[in-house]
């Protein structure tokens, strides 16, 4: 008999529903809940990198993913002023590091189905509750125990060896622990707009682009959509002083695209306006209760690396809690989790993403032609190429939080 008994975990997004699956593959019972009747289908993670891909293998999901999922070997990064292609950037560089050197697109809510569908191979280790809200998480010297109330507005206890808080960006489980969330917001809004047309066809966009303006950049990029056809995903930045109604209307998307393509009216078939933050908890852990995915940092989503640096998260703390349940000593495995996770998505994650958005939308016309010029070089040199490439999929990531100590 293990050391574990339980492990609770509040939320059932991608993270959770990856983290628990791991947990009760290794005969770990796991308890998750979550507020929301079903995983919401609203536009969001849209990327799974490399470093996933390899690290699903030992989850039974890549195969799946890659039967419902576009591949996508290349992105690309345009200068809208000089109207170029700048670069573009090739995975298949990272063949010799990695058995997918290529991303699939797959919308978040999908990804989370297959994890699900997976997990029903555990009945009797794998538990998710919902819709139900977790209100409160506390712990004692030897178990955790949360607080769950139901849509009748009942609260009931749950008891458990650990918590795990993967309630998203807001996390109730943070706020309990008392851990800060340094950072800051971006003063826009982006707007998440999407079309069945084919703008790759039509203007030569590989599945994912990154289009530069000091005013208007977009980013571009294709997921499969419900019918498996193709949707392109654009992501707008709104002005300050534009408001939500305006920035939501089609006149103002239709003069984007119009902007940015030279081209439209195209059909909008989902819009969505929102904030985007840069933050990271000050702890990733406290006592038995441990944070992971978008409860413990969130990015702006240029570059496809918040949820796919949660997975990471997730699987480095589950193998710790395997450890735990072997017999290891809990207290170095989950400081050691705090040490290699809250460095690496300070330094990968957090400057990677603020990275990406500073070239987006550079005004200095001289240090914009500087930074042009670095793409070029970099994407023209063998060995700069692959460290970019390494770093962009989050293998970098990966190596460095596997080195910490
Ligand atoms: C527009 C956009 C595009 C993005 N694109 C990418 C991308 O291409 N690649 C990438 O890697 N990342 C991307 N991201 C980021 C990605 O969506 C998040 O990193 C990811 O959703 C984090 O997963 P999570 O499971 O940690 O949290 P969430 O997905 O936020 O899930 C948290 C879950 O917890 C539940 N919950 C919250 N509070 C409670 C409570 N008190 N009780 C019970 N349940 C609770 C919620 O219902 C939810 O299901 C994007 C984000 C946005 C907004």
Redesign the pocket.
């Known amino acids: 008999m293990g050391k574990i008994d339980k492990v609770l975990i509040?939320?059932?997004?991608?993270?959770?529903v990856v983290t628990g699956l791991y947990l009760a593959r290794n005969g770990i019972p796991v308890q998750l809940?979550?507020?929301?009747p079903k995983p919401?289908e609203d536009?969001?993670?849209?990327?799974l990198q490399p470093s996933t891909l390899d690290l699903f293998e030992e989850l039974g999901l890549t195969d799946t993913i890659l039967e419902q999922g576009f591949k996508s070997r290349y992105f690309q990064w345009r200068d809208r002023v000089a109207n170029e292609i700048v670069a573009e950037f090739d995975y298949g560089r990272l063949s010799d590091i990695s058995r997918h050197p290529y991303v699939i697109q797959l919308e978040?809510h999908k990804t989370v189905y297959i994890a699900l569908e997976a997990a029903k191979a555990y009945p009797d280790l794998f538990k998710i509750e919902r819709p139900?809200?977790?209100v409160a998480v506390r712990q004692g010297a030897d178990h955790v125990e949360c607080d769950v109330r139901n849509a009748d507005g009942e609260t009931v206890t749950h008891r458990g060896s650990y918590l795990i808080g993967?309630?998203?960006?807001?996390s109730?489980t943070r706020k309990t622990t008392g851990a800060s969330f340094e950072g800051f917001t971006w003063p826009e809004r982006f707007n998440?707009v999407s079309t069945p047309v084919d703008l790759g066809k039509i203007h030569g966009f590989r599945m994912r682009n990154y289009c530069s303006h000091p005013d208007r950049w977009v980013s571009l990029m294709q997921v499969p959509g419900e019918d498996g056809k193709g949707l392109w995903r654009c992501v707008f930045p709104a002005k300050e002083h534009e408001s939500d109604e305006e920035v939501m209307s089609d006149d103002w998307i239709n003069a984007r695209f119009l902007e940015c393509m030279n081209a439209g009216p195209y059909p909008i078939v989902h819009r969505n306006m929102?904030n985007v933050h840069q933050r990271v908890a000050g702890n990733f852990r406290n006592g038995r209760i441990v944070l992971a995915?978008?409860?413990a940092h969130v990015n702006n989503?240029i570059g496809?690396?918040?949820?796919?640096s949660?997975f990471q998260d997730g699987i480095t703390l589950a193998r710790k809690l395997i450890e735990i349940d072997h017999g290891a000593d809990a207290d170095p495995l989950l400081e050691r989790y705090d040490r290699q996770r809250r460095l690496t998505a300070i330094e990968y994650v957090q400057a990677q993403s603020i990275a990406n958005k500073r070239l987006l939308e550079e005004k200095d016309p001289a240090v914009r032609a500087e930074r042009m010029a670095d793409l070029r070089k970099t994407v023209s040199d063998p060995n700069k190429h692959l460290e970019y490439v390494k770093r962009a999929s989050l293998i970098s990531m990966w190596e460095k939080s596997e080195e910490i100590a």
């Open positions: 509040a939320g059932g997004g991608p993270v959770g809940f979550d507020m929301a919401p536009h969001r993670a849209a990327t978040q139900v809200e977790v993967c309630d998203g960006g807001r109730i998440i929102y995915g978008d409860s989503p496809g690396m918040g949820m796919n949660g």
